[in-house]
């Protein structure tokens, strides 16, 4: 039992190229999430997924694209990195009493 | 203005000594109230939860909830080295699917 995994650990990346992020849960959880997270402000929600096939905006859409490809997996994708897109990157999930979220151990990307 | 306030210190006490952490939150239609804690350069995870006025303690560990004032906080008693990270509030709104996280605040205990 893994819990969330994510890949990448690292990436860097120019201003302008793509990438996507991957997170895959095996704890059969229906409810999964993207953050971000900057020093000096917590936690911020980019998108989450109410379950496979439903995708929500949260606080900071604006760059990114998510696919919850099916119950395990959901990807976040940078169509054109940003230098503002730096940041530690974390993907968590939760089952149906939206107790206790569960994070991936996070990635951190660099946009030069 | 950001919901869900910290006071993101760095607060820092003696080993031994009672921690206290508080978090202020802007949403009255809040129900769920947690608290993360997360080590250098690690993940979030987990320590309490509470959805009702008063106190619930889990070892070490005093979760307290005043929905009046919007005010929830977090006691460390006997605090030791270990505890040494940032701390996270997150509040949940009514039926909503997401936290709303504060801005955490960083705690050093002194040995």
């Known amino acids: 039992n893994a819990g969330v995994t994510q890949t990448p650990k690292f990436q860097v990346l120019k201003t302008g190229q793509s990438m996507t992020l991957q997170c895959a849960q095996d704890?059969?959880?229906?409810?999964m999430y993207w953050y971000r997270q900057d020093p000096g402000m917590g936690l911020r929600l980019i998108y989450y997924?109410?379950?496979?096939?439903?995708?929500d905006k949260g606080e900071v859409p604006n760059g990114y694209n998510v696919s919850r490809l099916n119950k395990r997996e959901f990807s976040l994708r940078l169509e054109s990195a940003a230098p503002s897109q730096t940041s530690v990157y974390f993907c968590?999930?939760?089952?149906?009493?939206?107790?206790?979220?569960?994070f991936g151990p996070g990635t951190r990307l660099t946009v030069t | 203005q950001k919901e869900v306030e910290q006071n993101s210190g760095p607060l820092s006490v003696p080993e031994g000594a009672i921690a206290s952490l508080n978090c202020t939150y802007s949403?009255?239609?809040?129900?769920?109230f947690f608290w993360y804690r997360q080590y250098s350069g690690k993940s979030p995870e987990l320590i309490m939860s509470?959805?009702?006025?008063g106190d619930k303690e889990d070892g070490r560990f005093t979760a307290q909830l005043n929905k009046a004032s919007q005010y929830v906080s977090l006691l460390i008693r006997d605090s030791q080295p270990s505890d040494s990270a940032t701390y996270l509030c997150?509040?949940?709104?009514?039926?909503?699917?997401?936290?709303?996280f504060g801005s955490g605040t960083q705690l050093t205990v002194l040995p």
């Open positions: 509470i959805y009702s006025n």
């Open positions: 968590a999930s939760t089952g149906k009493s939206l107790d206790e979220q569960y």
């Open positions: 704890m059969n959880h229906n409810s």
């Open positions: 997150a509040v949940r709104s009514g039926s909503a699917r997401q936290l709303t």
């Open positions: 949403d009255r239609g809040s129900q769920s």
């Open positions: 997924s109410a379950s496979e096939g439903t995708t």
